[in-house]
């Protein structure tokens, strides 16, 4: 059984950073995109930075670009996010993802994970991110 647990969440002040990270046990991530999704109050849950594992090609939704990098630790299965320079607007609950993928995959399936054009397989349980003075 796949299993994604985040860490990491917490509040932060505008212009602050945080490192989420995403540990997946109970599956290898080699056909994969590991993904981030942000929800905030009142909102859909949105793609945010995505990243097909076996090539690094990635997605980051306009948002994030400039902001916010993916980094991957193979020995430990974890996946993490950076987020610097934090707004307001940023906060929400932020979902660890995992799209295990099929028989030649199109080479633009990072975008399509994080825009919710090709589904997600796990998803991890949350962890909450409040940007605020």
């Known amino acids: 059984q796949v299993q994604l647990v985040e860490s990491g969440g917490g509040l932060v002040q505008p212009g602050g950073s945080l490192r989420l990270s995403c540990t997946v046990s109970?599956?290898?991530?080699?056909?994969?995109?590991v993904g981030w999704f942000r929800q905030a109050p009142g909102k859909e849950r949105e793609g945010v930075l995505c990243?097909?594992?076996?090539?690094?090609?990635?997605y980051a939704a306009e948002s994030a670009k400039g902001r916010f990098t993916v980094s991957r630790d193979n020995a430990k299965n974890t996946v993490s996010l950076q987020m610097n320079n934090l707004k307001p607007e940023d906060t929400g609950v932020y979902y660890c993802?995992?799209?295990?993928?099929?028989?030649?995959?199109?080479?633009?399936?990072?975008?399509?994970?994080?825009?919710?054009?090709?589904?997600?397989?796990?998803w991890g349980g949350g962890s909450l991110v409040t940007v605020s003075s």
């Open positions: 993802a995992a799209a295990f993928l099929g028989w030649a995959p199109p080479s633009d399936i990072a975008t399509r994970v994080c825009q919710k054009k090709y589904a997600v397989d796990y």
């Open positions: 109970g599956g290898t991530l080699d056909y994969s995109v």
């Open positions: 990243n097909r594992y076996s090539d690094g090609s990635t």
